[in-house]
């Protein structure tokens, strides 16, 4: 189910870039927060990602990818938790400098060939904007419904729902500062 404009991406990225798994997580922090810094978004908290990585790696349930050039530049970056049926491909970023390497697809296409022989499914884990949504589909991905069911006092339930109003607000101003 990939797509053909991806497989050449892939390939093309596959000559100049090599996939790496040792480089650790402060360079992976390194290029993740820059993508959030190139959306004007504030870096994302290091300490609760340092907490992922202590749980996942000491149950051996993580893969950490690098896409690093000769020059010893990181292109992309890929974060997936698995358990013992799917990976969740839960965080990933890309230097914004080198963002027309191709090294975000290869970086996927290899997180998805490395958790195949132990997993049964990739969860994309999705998202709302519709670049991602096509890039992900172009891997074969499909669209499946998350359902939240919850129950709360009219409190709770009023203060959940200002959240949610705040969060899309942010989200809409993310999205009008990255079409800029």
């Not at 290899?110 to 172009?138: K, N, Q, W, Y």
């Amino acid at each position: 189910g990939l797509a053909s404009n991806l497989r050449g991406h892939i390939r093309k990225a596959g000559r100049r870039l090599e996939i790496r798994d040792d480089l650790g997580i402060d360079q992976f922090y390194a290029v993740w927060s820059k993508t959030f810094e190139r959306q004007g978004l504030p870096a994302p908290n290091r300490a609760r990602l340092e907490r992922v990585e202590a749980a996942c790696a000491a149950r051996n349930a993580r893969d950490v990818l690098f896409a690093r050039d000769d020059g010893g530049r990181v292109h992309a970056v890929a974060y997936v938790v698995r358990d013992r049926r799917t990976a969740y491909y839960i965080m990933s970023g890309g230097d914004p400098q080198l963002r027309t390497s191709g090294a975000g697809s290869l970086v996927l296409w290899e997180a998805i060939r490395r958790t195949r022989p132990v997993c049964e499914v990739f969860d994309f884990e999705g998202s709302m904007l519709r670049p991602v949504e096509l890039f992900f589909r172009g891997f074969g991905g499909r669209q499946s419904p998350y359902l939240r069911v919850s129950r709360s006092t009219r409190a709770a339930g009023a203060a959940l729902a200002l959240r949610e109003i705040a969060q899309s607000a942010l989200r809409g101003s993310a999205q009008r500062w990255a079409d800029r």
